[in-house]
Nanobody
C-alpha cells in the first residue's frame, strides 16, 4: 500500500529550527504534487507549503513565508520541510500529503502520512 512516513519533529525554543522529512513508497512519487499540512490544537488542517512534481514550483502560506523552505529529492522519494525561526504559533501536528494535481483544498489530497509533532516554546 502507499506509504508516507514523516520524521524530524520535536520540541524547540522560539527562534530554533527543525527539518522535517517525509519518506514515500509504493507510488510514483515523482508524478505527484506534494504538500505539507499542519493542524494546531483545536483547529482544522491547513496547508503550509506545496511543491510541484518536479520541484520547480513552490507555494507557501503567508504565515510561514520567508521562514520555511520546501524541497524534494525524487531520486530518494523524499520530501523535506526546513523550518527556521520557529514561533509558538507553529506548534502543530505536521503531515505530508500527496495529490496528482495542484490544489489548495486539503480535502482533495489523496495520500497522507501519520503526522509528526512540532512544539515550539516561548
Amino acid at each position: 500500500q502507499v506509504q508516507l512516513v514523516e520524521s524530524g519533529g520535536g520540541s524547540v525554543q522560539a527562534g530554533g529550527s527543525l527539518r522535517l522529512s517525509c519518506a514515500a513508497s509504493r507510488f510514483t512519487f515523482s508524478s505527484y504534487w506534494m504538500y505539507w499540512v499542519r493542524q494546531a490544537p483545536g483547529k482544522g488542517r491547513e496547508w503550509v507549503s506545496i511543491i510541484s512534481s518536479g520541484g520547480a514550483t513552490t507555494f507557501y502560506a503567508d504565515s510561514v513565508k520567508g521562514r520555511f523552505t520546501i524541497s524534494r529529492d525524487n531520486a530518494k522519494n523524499t520530501l523535506y520541510l526546513q523550518m527556521n525561526n520557529l514561533k509558538p504559533e507553529d506548534t502543530a501536528t505536521y503531515y505530508c500529503a500527496a495529490h496528482a494535481l495542484y490544489s489548495r483544498d486539503v480535502s482533495n489530497y489523496r495520500y497522507w502520512g501519520q503526522g509528526t509533532q512540532v512544539t515550539v516554546s516561548s
